[in-house]
Each structure stands twice: as C-alpha cells, then as structure tokens.
C-alpha cells in the first residue's frame, strides 16, 4: 500500500531544545494529522489539519499543511522529557480507499533532561 | 467516559491456535478500523467497517478476520493462517472520513 516519506526516522535532543519532522507524499492529500504514540499505547492525536497553507497550534506544537498539499510539518518548541515518544503523520486521499489514512512510519524522540 | 477499550493488553498464543481480540467504543462511531504495527513500521491496515454488518479488507487482511455485528464492537481473529501474528494490534474508530482515535492496543505474542 502507499506509504508516506517521514523524517528524521529518530532524533536525540537536549531538554529546551526545539524540534522539527516533517511528512512528504508523492500524492495530494486533503487532510493531515499528527498522533504521539508512548510506549506501549495507542496513538493520541495532537494535531489535524484540513486546509493547504493551514498553520495550526497545539500548546508548544505547530503543525502545518504544505501549500503543495503532498506535505506537513511539525514543530515542538522547548522540548521537555515527556515530549519522549513517537510522532507519526497520516495523510487522507480522498482518491484512495474510501479516504482511508495513510500513515508515516514515525518520528522516535529522545529527550535528554 | 466516551472511549475505546481493548482487551487484553497482553495475549500469548500457541502456534496453530486462532484468537480473538477485543475492541469496543462507546463514541457511538459508524466506522472502526484494525491496524497491526511492527517494531520501527508504520501502522498497517488490515480491516474496516464503515457500518454494522460491513467489512472490507486492509492492506494486509490474509489470515485475519472480522465481524461487526453491533455498531459498538469490531472483534478481530487471528487465525492459524497468519504465518507471523507476534505484533500490537491497535483498534480504532471515527465518524465517516473523520479524525481516527485509537485504543490502547494489544500486544500478542506467539509462542
């Protein structure tokens, strides 16, 4: 099946630190979503995003959708030790299985205190 | 609370068994989804259910299978056909073309 293009596949950062991934598609989607998974859980979802262009704002989180629509951004500012976890994207084609997500196969931070 | 909850957490099996995972919600949500992940992979689709009594097939449905008799309950089987179950199974579930929210998953080891 399709897959998105997510990047970095891991990142070691220092507390205080600001962080960025972002999600690249070779297909327009229509709607973009941020999750964060902790071990051993399921995802939560930060972030949705439904409108090219769109800059969106969760706390200390900043998710964008890419003004080609085939990419998303994420940003998380003045990382803190429970920012550990992995963040993944999921992109909806309305084109595909009946607007089935897609997703990346995510981000893993580290936070180091 | 409105939620999604799956049971077990934790579930061995031995090979040649089939075993059904739980999942109910109580979001009163037409469409729930099954999704297995690996170690360093995304989360992949194996089946979904837009409504009670319909189901199709994911990106990897061989050797799974489905029933959704009530709209609040989406079990899944692993049959013995399933060469490599060892996995989490996360369950989720939205309104038509809506945000997903998942539950807290099961993770099944084959023994």
């Known amino acids: 099946g399709q897959q998105l293009n997510q990047s970095p596949q891991s990142m070691f950062i220092q507390e205080g630190e600001d962080v960025s991934m972002n999600c690249t598609s070779s297909s327009i989607f229509n709607t973009w979503l941020w999750y964060k998974q902790d071990p051993g859980e399921g995802p939560v979802l930060l972030i949705a995003?439904?409108?090219?262009?769109e800059l969106t704002s969760n706390g200390r989180l900043t998710a964008q959708f890419g003004t080609t629509r085939k990419d998303s951004f994420l940003n998380i500012s003045a990382s803190i030790p429970s920012d550990v976890g992995i963040y993944f994207c999921?992109?909806?084609?309305?084109?595909?299985?009946?607007?089935?997500?897609?997703f990346g196969k995510g981000t893993k931070l580290s936070v180091k205190p | 609370d409105g939620g999604i909850t799956q049971s077990p957490k934790y579930l061995f099996r031995k090979e040649g068994q089939n075993v059904t995972l739980s999942c109910e919600q109580n979001l009163n949500h037409d469409a729930m989804y099954w999704y297995r992940q690996d170690p360093g992979q995304g989360l992949r689709l194996i089946y979904y259910?837009?409504?009670?009594?319909?189901?199709q097939k994911g990106d990897i449905a061989e050797g799974y299978s489905v029933s959704r008799e009530k709209k609040e309950s989406f079990p899944l089987t692993v049959t013995s056909a399933q060469k490599n179950p060892t996995a989490f199974y996360l369950c989720a579930s939205s309104r038509p073309g809506d945000e997903q929210f998942f539950g807290p998953g099961t993770r099944l080891t084959v023994l």
């Open positions: 995003l439904y409108k090219a262009g």
């Open positions: 999921a992109g909806r084609n309305y084109g595909g299985s009946q607007g089935n997500l897609i």
């Open positions: 259910s837009q409504i009670v009594n319909d189901f």
